[in-house]
DNA sequence: GCGGACTGCTTACCT
DNA sequence: ACAGGTAAGCAGTCCGCG
């Protein structure tokens, strides 16, 4: 059937538009009452409601599994800060006139800009709304405000006291936490490595530990996934528009229990039996009940999971089910710009979850490479996307209901992967950060980060600073970044020594940055204190001309520093324990992955503009104090007669350092420094070449460390990456410096064979092909066309459809322009000219370290000539 | 009009 | 919307060249 003529067959029909007036308008959203009492359940969500003028939280009660509402009963209102007095403001019209203020109130705050407790008026209103969030007309436009700019209900959590992710309970509805003890085991390590602490850093610590050893209770989730009709098969639905039905739906629950909701639709036949999927699909004679008894599940569920449900699915059913005629109280979504929310539960999206860089990056160390349902599910649990040979609209039943389910696995047993690590994950990071699940998951880490220090701003009643105070005071950097265009000086890399260097110890600093933060006080409060004596104004940070307090503490330094510590010595070690039962394990592991993600931004977001205490010299402080500590950790050595041939940032690499040697040079560093310096790694041996960021370790066992080699680089060619590895593989086996004669040898016949194979066109065009990430749409290259864009610009000609993120697989041809994307391009148009230069240069790489021309290796001249006179054209 | 030297853009990587 | 440093390949520009 044309998509045309079913298109047609959708308009709903006389008798179809009567049923659609008869559709029962009961009201359809439940939103529970706050219960007078309820056992110990997970704050896990939060919202503001607008008629009630109150914020609420949504509580997960762990042993009936469902999801209950606080309203807050605190009288808690918004506000901003003022630093006139009452009397002042009283004077200001529009101020006075304004519709949404409550009434004012004198303050004490502390300001830590200045260090000096100050007088400031609170300006209470109505709604939150009246303080900021209006185009026009806001208090904050009226009056310069402190605190105007954060999120109401982020307000609500630090005046509160409030923890995400902890448990509470409701006693006579009054919300009161659980109490929670950490084991005693935790605290006497805790009391024993913080010995030398202040008592106000312990105190810290003991927060952090009672949140972070608090159990997660297993989650009840629904993952939802739906399909939609197109007509044309190219092209995405639109969700605002929402002009097409949803013809099918997948809902899986993590208590087992499945649902797949069919669209009847004429022209195809029912099938009652799906075989490769164990569910009954479920028909709809109208899209209004298929919708209905989806909304029935996404009610019965305390969480439901999607993957891109903020920006499809959910934000599609939204403006479908309005589309259809649904009242407001009959649709369990709550729409917002960017974000799709639920009535009842929490929504959690993982693809913006997957797609912050930092857990991509740090806590799934690059095992997904695009964010994409399919690459993830392939990557994390072995199980990708349906492949499907006809566009979706076009499916029968069978294959299209097996589609959508197989998505809705997928995204299901994401969550429920490793005992519900996904899950875990995001209550610690929503523990340590203060932000619910639903915030933490769609923020990145400098959002995290900017919370955690809110919350304890407000906790030790400091004034949170505006981001133009702390720049006017502290300025901008000054020292000169080696890239164009950077703001200052950053990380020192290490001229290497070009060979091949057997027995080689790795050294590195323990968390370089955060110690650093630590250890010298830094925050934006302490960089380039106000103090104007000796004692702080001597303090200077090595190479530049910033001095860091010494009066007052920055709260920065105090709570990186103790998650710092406590990552290095309680959660990393707990995560490696053998005593420990399994799940116990994981979670340490789960905790101690959340803080390196967390401390690993640490230092970055302060040179982050958008970053909300953003503060060049505390960055450019750190970086600074990082040349500092690696300079002098490398002049140590060389003083001990080690030689140093090479280093990156926080570490160095040592030729056959002896044990009295190394003992001595952590001792110096302990003293000298006041940094943890640890033998990382040992390998056999080391292939440098002199390039930076690039080397091959063999570790003793043979195992291999790859380091900015092109030939493990994303976009290099299968066929290539394989020869590479081949070659890989015999240097690992390499054990003295004498077996290179004979490795060579053999990558020698790779190469060789690697060129015939080339010319003989025996590789499939997949294998020749580059796959590089378009990062912008293809008509946003002004300056420049690479190449991946000429080939994206090639297959949008063709109605392909490329959007930014997508990786283009394109093969280089002969003649104009070069490139062609692979589905469009044939074996006899390689340029195997341009092959053969790509593998001699990633050869190369490796055979400068082993003191080899590539030429010289293989022979090259000939070959070319080969080419030259050969059976090309 | 063409080619080499140069700069800048883009991606992927390292810490 | 964490940062800066490095490698590689290519695109685009400038300049000299009878």
Not at 156 to 181: K, T
Request: overall charge negative.
């Amino acid at each position: 059937m044309s998509s045309q003529k079913l298109d047609q067959y959708l308009q709903p029909s006389a008798e179809d538009q009567r049923k659609e007036e008869t559709l029962e308008k009961k009201r359809l959203v439940y939103v529970p009452e706050t219960p007078e009492n309820l056992p110990e359940s997970f704050f896990i969500g939060i919202g503001y409601d607008g008629e009630r003028h109150s914020a609420f939280i949504k509580l997960y009660e762990p042993t009936r599994r469902k999801i209950y509402h606080w309203y807050d009963n605190t009288n808690h209102k918004p506000y901003c800060l003022s630093d006139q007095s009452v009397e002042k403001l009283n004077e200001n019209q529009s101020l006075m006139a304004h519709t949404g203020l409550d009434h004012l109130e004198a303050v004490r705050k502390y300001d830590a800009l200045r260090d000096q407790e100050i007088d400031a008026t609170m300006i209470v209103a109505r709604d939150p709304l009246s303080i900021g969030g209006r185009p026009i007309g806001c208090i904050r436009d009226i009056v310069k405000a402190w605190e105007a700019d954060i999120k109401y209900v982020e307000n609500f959590i630090y005046d509160r006291r409030l923890e995400p992710g902890m448990p509470y309970r409701i006693s006579g509805g009054q919300l009161v936490a659980a109490e929670y003890e950490p084991s005693a085991d935790a605290l006497r390590a805790v009391e024993e490595f913080l010995e030398n602490e202040s008592e106000e850093y312990r105190a810290l610590a003991h927060e952090w530990i009672r949140l972070l050893e608090c159990p997660v209770p297993e989650f009840r989730r629904v993952a939802l996934d739906i399909e939609v009709y197109s007509p044309i098969a190219t092209r995405l639905p639109d969700p605002r528009e929402a002009e097409h039905p949803v013809i099918c739906a997948s809902l899986l629950g993590s208590d087992g229990k499945m649902r797949l909701l069919l669209l009847k639709r004429a022209g195809f036949e029912l099938e009652e039996e799906l075989p490769e999927i164990n569910v009954k699909p479920e028909y709809y004679e109208s899209e209004e009940k298929l919708l209905v008894e989806l909304f029935k599940v996404l009610l019965n569920y305390p969480i439901v999971v999607t993957f891109n449900g903020d920006d499809f699915d959910l934000r599609y059913l939204w403006h479908r089910a309005q589309r259809l005629g649904f009242g407001a109280d009959q649709i369990p979504i709550e729409m917002g710009r960017d974000v799709a929310s639920l009535k009842y539960g929490i929504h959690v999206d993982l693809y913006k979850f997957f797609f912050n860089r930092s857990i991509q990056i740090y806590a799934f160390g690059q095992k997904y490479r695009e964010v994409t349902l399919d690459e993830i599910g392939e990557s994390l649990i072995g199980m990708g996307k349906k492949e499907i040979e006809a566009p979706v609209s076009d499916l029968n039943y069978g294959e299209l209901a097996t589609y959508c389910f197989r998505d809705a696995e997928i995204v299901l047993k994401l969550t429920s992967l490793d005992d519900d690590l996904i899950m875990k994950l995001m209550t610690a990071l929503s523990r340590i950060s203060f932000m619910t699940i639903e915030d933490v998951t769609r923020q990145g880490v400098s959002g995290w980060i900017r919370s955690m220090l809110y919350n304890e701003h407000r906790k030790r009643n400091y004034l949170i600073p505006r981001p133009d105070d702390i720049l006017d005071l502290k300025g901008m950097t000054v020292t000169e970044a080696v890239i164009k265009g950077k703001k200052y000086k950053g990380a020192i890399v290490v001229e290497p020594v070009p060979g091949v260097h057997f027995n080689v110890a790795v050294l590195d600093f323990a968390s370089l940055y955060p110690s650093i933060i630590k250890n010298w006080n830094l925050g934006y409060e302490t960089i380039r204190c106000p103090h104007e004596d000796d004692l702080c104004r001597n303090n200077i940070v090595p190479g530049t001309p910033h001095w860091v307090c010494k009066r007052q503490k920055a709260l920065e330094s105090l709570l990186i520093g103790s998650l710092r510590d406590l990552r290095v010595n309680w959660y990393k070690p707990k995560s490696r324990d053998k005593k420990l039962s399994q799940p116990l394990k994981s979670w340490y592991n789960v905790v101690q992955n959340g803080l390196k993600v967390i401390l690993n931004a640490s230092y970055g977001v302060f040179g982050a503009d958008k970053f909300a205490l953003y503060c060049p010299p505390v960055a450019e402080a750190t970086a600074a104090i990082g040349r500092y500590a690696i300079t002098e950790t490398i002049e140590k050595a060389k003083s001990l007669g080690v030689e140093v041939f090479y280093g990156d940032t926080d570490s160095i690499f040592l030729g056959s350092p002896n044990p009295s040697q190394l003992e001595q040079l952590v001792d110096w560093s302990r003293s000298s420094l006041g940094m943890e310096l640890e033998v990382d790694k040992n390998y056999r041996y080391l292939a440098l070449s002199s390039r930076k960021k690039n080397y091959l370790g063999v570790y003793p066992d043979g195992s291999v460390d790859i380091k900015g080699l092109t030939g493990k680089k994303r976009h290099v060619p299968q066929f290539l990456k394989k020869a590479f590895y081949v070659m890989i593989d015999i240097l690992s086996q390499v054990k003295s410096e004498g077996e290179f004669e004979a490795a060579k040898e053999k990558i020698k016949e790779i190469v060789k064979d690697c060129y015939l194979k080339l010319k003989r066109h025996q590789y499939p065009l997949e294998e020749l092909a580059f796959s590089v990430m378009i990062s912008r749409s293809p008509g946003g290259y002004v300056k420049t066309t690479p190449q991946h864009v000429k080939a994206a610009l090639l297959l949008v000609q063709r109605g392909v459809e490329v959007k930014p993120g997508d990786l283009i697989a394109f093969v280089k041809v002969v003649g104009e322009p070069g490139v062609k994307p692979v589905q469009l391009a044939s074996s006899d148009e390689i340029d195997s000219t341009k092959y053969m230069e790509y593998i001699s240069s990633t050869f190369e790489q490796v055979l400068d370290a082993l003191g080899t021309e590539f030429e010289e290796l293989v022979g090259i001249t000939k070959l070319e000539s080969y080419f030259a006179s050969g059976e090309e054209g």
